[in-house]
T-cell receptor
Framework: EADIYQTPRYLVIGTGKKITLECSQT?????MYWYQQDPGMELHLIHY???????EKGDLSSESTVSRIRTEHFPLTLESARPSHTSQYLC????????????FGSGTRLTVV | AQSVAQPEDQVNVAEGNPLTVKCTYS??????LFWYVQYPNRGLQFLLK??????LVKGSYGFEAEFNKSQTSFHLKKPSALVSDSALYFC??????????FGAGTTVTVRA
């Protein structure tokens, strides 16, 4: 039973298109995160949010943007997709206090052709 | 700044043998330590965590991990590995600012 949902699971789009990757969680978590991961490789934090109207850039520079208008929703947008954006994007959320750990979505695998 | 090192890119074991996946960490203050597993084309699944208390932590699917403060290590172990344990394993650490830092991952292959 998934408490954090990512759509779409797979996406193939052309260069220059604008796309939004959706992430929603039903746990009421304050904190949400976006990670970028190449297949079988390490995770890189690209964005995070500690609550509504709070967004911060992560450790890895990314051309994407995020918004947090509602607690449960944390979409990621690419204004103009490029082949270098081809990757897997993982969304996660966590509750109050660092001891809660993260709950991850199933990911969106993006291919830009 | 915190960091995690997983010194082995790959671990290969035979089914039924003990499995160990190594992790060392660096963090200011008391560490919050986690292990996650990732199966192909999926997100990460939580296995276990150490916050405080007993140094030996038991988690899902028969896994356990031992926190060793003097060696700054948090190795993942399973007494008898299964073929279905073949996956990518990530160690992670968090200080008080809640952001988890992940290791590079270790690919575990259990052969029948």
């Amino acid at each position: 039973e998934a408490d954090i949902y990512q759509t779409p699971r797979y996406l193939v789009i052309g260069t220059g298109k604008k796309i939004t990757l959706e992430c929603s969680q039903t746990m009421g978590h304050d904190k949400m995160y976006w990670y970028q991961q190449d297949p079988g490789m390490e995770l890189h934090l690209i964005h995070y949010s500690y609550g509504v109207n709070s967004t911060e850039k992560g450790d890895l520079s990314s051309e994407s943007t995020v918004s947090r208008i509602r607690t449960e929703h944390f979409p990621l947008t690419l204004e103009s997709a490029r082949p270098s954006h081809t990757s897997q994007y993982l969304c996660a959320s966590s509750g109050r206090g660092p001891n809660y750990g993260y709950t991850f979505g199933s990911g969106t695998r993006l291919t830009v052709v | 700044a915190q960091s995690v090192a997983q010194p082995e890119d790959q671990v290969n074991v035979a089914e039924g043998n003990p499995l160990t996946v190594k992790c060392t960490y660096s963090v200011s203050g008391n560490p919050y330590l986690f292990w996650y597993v990732q199966y192909p084309n999926r997100g990460l699944q939580f296995l276990l965590k150490y916050i405080t208390g007993d140094n030996l932590v038991k988690g899902s699917y028969g896994f356990e991990a031992e926190f060793n403060k003097s060696q700054t290590s948090f190795h993942l172990k399973k007494p008898s590995a299964l073929v279905s344990d073949s996956a990518l394993y990530f160690c992670a650490v968090s200080p008080s600012d809640y952001k988890l830092s992940f290791g590079a991952g270790t690919t575990v292959t259990v052969r029948a």
